[in-house]
């Protein structure tokens, strides 16, 4: 606990002074000011023995786990615990991380006589995701007799948690989140006959050779024909890349952030989805061996337990490790998934070394690779026309840069491997369409 000189103190301080200056030309003040000044100083020290030793300052408390969304404003609930004979009127603020803004510096708490707990809310916006635990509650009240201010800061046992923002996305994928079950009202056709199976029944004209069930056939004396029905239930994983190559920087809305913070929101929001369609999701992260594994699951818990793995998800300085990777998917996952990869292959070495490693993963699962476009990188006829030398060699670049990623994709095409450059803007809704479109098409 620290103290402070109230106001009341200075002023008194500064009245024995005028009268100490007064005493100079008139003597017969000179025992009116020093017997001021004693009594003063009796009076703050008597002040602060006492209000040291009998005043109770309340105790301040927060939830375990409080959870904001970045860029959004959020509320964290204190809790004040009043002893008896304790403080009731108080100073209060919260000393939170330098990413933190709070809409009020600090406030004054009314603490009621006739109650021994007090809660406020107090209004603070993150402006970037993580996990927070470095918060310290700060109070502020008069001594006894007014001649102190009496000061403690105490470190609050709370965790604050900030997630991706996912409401940048609402403009593309504003059907997502209609409470339809569906997406939007929109009735998606589903190509083929579908491969689960459903039931058996009596043949009928028109069913092929290839759909009759010979063994039930044989028992029953007559033809017997099984049905399929369109899978229901697909395992779906987001594979993201958290290395080196995911520090990189994009703008996006005027806003400068990473290519993980990307990765991030665009995963969070096509498990959200998947969840919309009734699959299975799962997460995998990796840079030069996997960091996080989440198996498929349903539901919102399950949706939770994603958000929270990657939450507070940084960029290593490490090199991926594909070859580790890939051993660990097709050692992790027996069944046959759809594997989404948000990583960066830009690197002719890694890029090679995807393609050799990959061929293994393809023989089994479904993959997708996605990968962010960097501003400029596009064929060499598009667009306005250049504007200048400049212009026109940064064009070139970009024109080579999209070269690469075109030979890439063909490489991988033989292998069952699709790879897509996403533009930043529309990350989120260009996996989503990947998403439905596998479904449409039964490709899993």
């Known amino acids: 606990m620290s103290f402070l000189p109230s106001t009341r103190l200075l002023w008194a301080v500064f009245a024995v002074a005028i009268l100490a200056v007064l005493a100079g030309p008139l003597p017969?003040?000179?025992?009116?000011?020093?017997?001021a000044l004693a009594g003063v100083g009796?009076?703050?020290?008597a002040d602060l023995g006492l209000s040291l030793r009998g005043l109770a300052l309340p105790t301040v408390s927060a939830p375990d786990v409080v959870r904001f969304t970045k860029d959004r404003a959020g509320v964290l609930p204190v809790t004040f615990a009043v002893p008896a004979g304790g403080a009731?009127?108080?100073?209060?603020?919260?000393?939170?991380?330098?990413?933190w803004e709070s809409r009020e510096a600090e406030v004054r708490v009314e603490l009621p006589a006739d109650a021994p707990r007090a809660r406020i809310d107090w209004h603070c916006t993150p402006r970037?995701?993580?996990?927070?635990?470095?918060?310290?509650?700060c109070l502020e009240t008069r001594s006894r007799f007014g001649a102190w201010q009496l000061r403690v800061r105490r470190p609050l046992a709370c965790e604050l948690r900030v997630y991706p923002n996912l409401f940048t996305e609402r403009k593309q994928l504003a059907a997502l989140f209609l409470a339809r079950g569906q997406f939007g009202v929109r009735l998606r056709r589903t190509v083929g006959r579908g491969r689960e199976f459903e039931k058996l029944r009596d043949y009928q004209p028109g069913d092929g050779f290839d759909e009759i069930h010979w063994k039930?056939?044989?028992?029953?004396?007559?033809?017997?024909t099984k049905v399929f029905q369109s899978e229901r239930t697909q395992e779906i994983y987001v594979v993201i890349d958290a290395s080196r190559l995911s520090a990189r920087a994009v703008t996006i809305d005027g806003v400068t952030t990473t290519t993980l913070e990307r990765y991030l929101t665009a995963a969070l929001v096509l498990l959200l989805a998947a969840d919309r369609q009734a699959d299975r999701f799962g997460l995998v992260v990796y840079d030069d061996r996997v960091r996080t594994f989440l198996r498929a699951g349903?539901?919102?818990?399950?949706?939770?337990?994603?958000?929270?793995?990657?939450?507070?998800?940084?960029?290593?300085?490490a090199t991926p490790d594909v070859a580790e990777t890939t051993r660990y998917l097709r050692a992790g996952l027996r069944q046959r998934a759809l594997l989404f990869f948000l990583t960066d292959l830009t690197d002719p070495v890694l890029a090679?070394?995807?393609?050799?490693?990959?061929?293994?993963?393809?023989?089994q699962h479904l993959v997708l690779v996605n990968q962010l476009r960097p501003p400029g990188v596009a064929p060499l006829f598009t667009g306005a026309e250049a504007g200048g030398d400049d212009d026109l060699y940064g064009r070139l670049a970009g024109h080579a840069r999209w070269a690469e990623?075109?030979?890439?994709?063909q490489k991988l095409r033989p292998l069952g491997i699709t790879a897509t450059l996403l533009e930043n803007e529309a990350m989120a809704a260009q996996l989503v369409t990947q998403y439905l479109a596998v479904k449409e098409r039964q490709a899993l």
């Open 28 to 35: 017969e003040l000179a025992p009116l000011w020093a017997l």
């Open 42 to 45: 009796l009076w703050a020290l």
């Open 88 to 99: 009731r009127r108080l100073r209060f603020a919260l000393a939170l991380p330098g990413v």
């Open 128 to 137: 970037r995701r993580g996990r927070y635990g470095d918060v310290l509650a």
């Open 216 to 224: 039930a056939t044989a028992k029953h004396g007559r033809p017997i």
């Open 298 to 317: 349903r539901g919102t818990g399950h949706y939770a337990a994603c958000r929270d793995a990657i939450h507070a998800l940084q960029p290593s300085g």
């Open 352 to 363: 090679e070394d995807f393609v050799r490693h990959a061929r293994l993963l393809a023989r």
């Open 405 to 409: 990623a075109r030979a890439l994709a």
